[in-house]
């Protein structure tokens, strides 16, 4: 079993940046692919970005190309969000996903591990 936290979550205007962290737990279970996806009530998780075990791979939701920027430090188990340009409509629950295989990115059914999530808000 995997287990993820997020943390860098919070309360940020229109235009600012946060940086989103996830962190795993010490597993035998590897290579990783990690992804980031948000929600907002009453809809399903949407897919934000993902990124393979080496880095080789990433992916980004249109909606956020140019303004997010995934990446991650194995050795430090950790994986990154970084979120700039934010817009009120970013506003969500962002959730770390993990996996070992993955072939549809953007599917929230393809990860076995989530954390609990961190808030985002985006003031006008």
């Known amino acids: 079993h995997v287990h993820l936290v997020e943390s860098g979550g919070g309360l940020v205007q229109a235009g600012g940046s946060l940086r989103l962290s996830c962190t795993w737990s010490?597993?035998?279970?590897?290579?990783?692919?990690v992804a980031w996806f948000r929600q907002t009530p009453g809809r399903e998780h949407e897919f934000q970005a993902g990124?393979?075990?080496?880095?080789?791979?990433?992916y980004y939701a249109d909606s956020v190309k140019g303004r997010f920027t995934i990446s991650r430090d194995n050795a430090k188990k950790t994986a990154y969000l970084y979120m700039n340009t934010l817009k009120p409509e970013d506003t969500a629950v962002y959730y770390c996903?993990?996996?070992?295989?993955?072939?549809?990115?953007?599917?929230?059914?393809?990860?076995?591990?989530w954390g609990q999530g961190t808030q985002v808000t985006v003031s006008p």
């Open positions: 996903a993990a996996t070992q295989i993955v072939t549809r990115w953007s599917s929230q059914d393809e990860y076995d591990y």
């Open positions: 990124i393979s075990w080496k880095g080789g791979e990433i």
């Open positions: 010490e597993s035998t279970i590897s290579p990783l692919a």
